[in-house]
T-cell receptor, first 115, second 116 residues
Framework: DVKVTQSSRYLVKRTGEKVFLECVQD?????MFWYRQDPGLGLRLIYF???????EKGDIPEGYSVSREKKERFSLILESASTNQTSMYLC??????????????FGSGTQLSVL | AQKITQTQPGMFVQEKEAVTLDCTYD???????LFWYKQPSSGEMIFLIY??????QNATEGRYSLNFQKARKSANLVISASQLGDSAMYFC?????????????FGSGTRLLVRP
């Protein structure tokens, strides 16, 4: 089975801190994604990566950056955390190709609270 | 405009009954894919079922079926014989075929509660 592992289930940070959310997948997937989940808004794409060192902005990239130095690892970085970044963050991965039937495999999420 | 619309924020169903979760979508692409995911309280998103825009038959996976009405642009999820373990958030999602797009676009979700 595909395993997508997010390093923390719960995280509490202070405003202005630099925050790293880590995600690792074990199935040699080409594509990795970071989504943010908020009540009533569903999941919104922050960034994705289709290859090592490659990244693309999603729908809400402001205030975030990403790093993919190795194929299996995709990091989400909050340069200066703010209270409006309190949310559930979900990492996902998928095979290459961008086919319409390609499903995403998700991690269990990180609930981030910024105080 | 919303690409994926789920109009039911929350729903109840009695155990062993069937329930339909609504999803409508908006796209001008001819080729697209529709997905349903389940999110239990543990947080992980679990893939349930997939329907391609060119598929002539409605998709089924065990107790899950997708009622695909292309002209109406709807892709409702039907869960038959509900179980207590079906209580969760359910998300409808779409991938459009243009530009070899990688991303899934999600709806706002429906919280389902199964009553014993």
């Amino acid at each position: 089975d595909v395993k997508v592992t997010q390093s923390s289930r719960y995280l509490v940070k202070r405003t202005g801190e630099k925050v790293f959310l880590e995600c690792v997948q074990d199935m040699d997937h080409e594509n990795m994604f970071w989504y943010r989940q908020d009540p009533g808004l569903g999941l919104r794409l922050i960034y994705f990566s289709y290859d090592v060192k490659m990244k693309e902005k999603g729908d809400i990239p402001e205030g975030y950056s990403v790093s993919r130095e190795k194929k299996e690892r995709f990091s989400l970085i909050l340069e200066s955390a703010s209270t409006n970044q309190t949310s559930m963050y979900l990492c996902a991965s998928s095979w290459e190709g961008g086919q319409v039937n390609e499903k995403l495999f998700f991690g269990s999420g990180t609930q981030l609270s910024v105080l | 405009a919303q690409k994926i619309t789920q109009t039911q924020p929350g729903m109840f169903v009695q155990e062993k009954e069937a329930v339909t979760l609504d999803c409508t979508y908006d796209t001008s692409d001819q080729s697209y894919g529709l997905f349903w995911y389940k999110q239990p309280s543990s947080g992980e998103m679990i893939f349930l079922i997939y329907q391609g825009s060119y598929d002539e038959q409605n998709a089924t996976e065990g107790r899950y079926s997708l009622n695909f009405q292309k002209a109406r642009k709807s892709a409702n999820l039907v869960i038959s014989a509900s179980q207590l373990g079906d209580s969760a958030m359910y998300f409808c999602a779409m991938r459009e075929g243009k530009d070899s797009s990688y991303k899934l676009i999600f709806g706002s979700g429906t919280r389902l509660l199964v009553r014993p």
